[in-house]
């Protein structure tokens, strides 16, 4: 069955607990992000919680992403202090996944050392008999525009 993962990462200098809570407000999407133009959730994210994205391709075109969140591990410190993470996850549920023709679970996780910036890195795990048609490498460039864009945010 063939597979794809899109991916983007970067490192920003911000906290990691600023990065999450940017990450979490799904109602500034719009304010700051070029690839998830809206997210609508409910505040604050949860668990088994539906979620629709509203991505912009660099072509300019739009689409609906219909999604489920999966996973919402808040920032965790390691016992011995040095490292805190933390990771958002969403599975796709449109009509193709329903099918069973392309599938698709989104991670986004935040990895911070004591004192250094906030790793931010993403990827989509796409599977199923049409992920060549999900356009990966358009995903991977929208993937690599929200990275910078949050960045940006994050920093200013």
């Not at 063939?2 to 999450?20: C, F, Q």
């Amino acid at each position: 069955m063939p597979a794809a993962r899109p991916a983007a990462r970067v490192e920003i200098d911000a906290p990691l607990e600023r990065v999450w809570a940017i990450m979490l407000d799904a109602a500034a999407y719009a304010e700051w992000n070029p690839f998830v133009v809206r997210a609508e959730t409910a505040h604050p994210p949860a668990v088994g919680n539906p979620i629709v994205l509203h991505v912009r391709w660099t072509s300019g075109r739009t689409a609906r992403s219909p999604e489920r969140i999966s996973a919402v591990d808040h920032p965790t410190t390691d016992t011995d202090g040095d490292t805190t993470t933390a990771c958002l996850s969403y599975v796709y549920e449109g009509l193709p996944a329903r099918l069973g023709l392309v599938r698709g679970v989104r991670h986004q996780r935040l990895t911070q050392r004591a004192g250094g910036p906030t790793t931010y890195d993403t990827v989509e795990e796409f599977s199923g008999p049409l992920v060549r048609l999900a356009g990966p490498d358009r995903v991977a460039d929208g993937f690599r525009r929200h990275a910078e864009a949050l960045k940006a945010r994050a920093e200013r």
